[in-house]
């Protein structure tokens, strides 16, 4: 005889397991996005439209991690609407220069919770050095939107960047990255 999972509420019901030795349930599953927008409304949209790069490979997006809590990218969605490119999200290091705010909207409508980060949108953003390329996007339809995401997401340490960079001159970008403070 083993030992048994009873029901809590007295009801004398056992919690079954199946051929492979794993306990049988029924759940509600949610992204760790959605919990974390739940409890804390740190998860945010960062938007940026009709961005025009100044030349073939310009940096136009940069975020850094200004705080403590660790940033997470979970995913990018993204299209060019003037010319197909390819799109390379680069860990980057140094100064940025260049840039204009980006103010990041909160998916809890109404939350006044902000991240704690310096993040910018430009033409042709400088002063930045890649660290190495973390993901590539292929806008290769003009207009066509484009999606990346990532079951591992992308992880910004404190004081750590990435930037978003656009290979040709005249691609025009418009686009959004989901953005989550870790819990």
Request: contains cysteine; hydrophobic residues 40%.
């Amino acid at each position: 005889m083993g030992l048994f999972i009873e029901d809590g509420t007295g009801s004398g019901k056992t919690a079954k397991v199946n051929g492979g030795n794993r306990l049988l349930v029924n759940a509600v599953q949610k992204s760790t996005d959605a919990d974390v927008n739940e409890t804390s409304g740190k998860v945010w949209s960062v938007v940026f439209e009709g961005l025009n790069p100044a030349g073939a490979d310009d940096y136009v997006v940069y975020i850094k991690n200004t705080g403590d809590k660790t940033l997470h990218i979970t995913d990018m969605r993204i299209m060019a609407d003037t010319a197909a490119t390819q799109i390379e999200l680069h860990a980057v290091s140094g100064t940025v220069v260049g840039g204009s705010t980006i103010t990041p909207l909160s998916r809890t409508i109404g939350s006044a919770a902000t991240p704690t980060a310096t993040i910018e949108s430009g033409t042709d953003l400088t002063g930045l050095t890649s660290d190495g390329i973390l993901f590539f996007i292929q806008c290769s339809t003009v207009g066509k939107e484009e999606h990346l995401s990532s079951s591992s997401r992308i992880r910004i340490p404190k004081s750590k960047a990435l930037a978003v960079l656009i290979e040709t001159a005249t691609a025009n970008v418009t686009g959004v990255i989901s953005l989550a403070e870790e819990e």
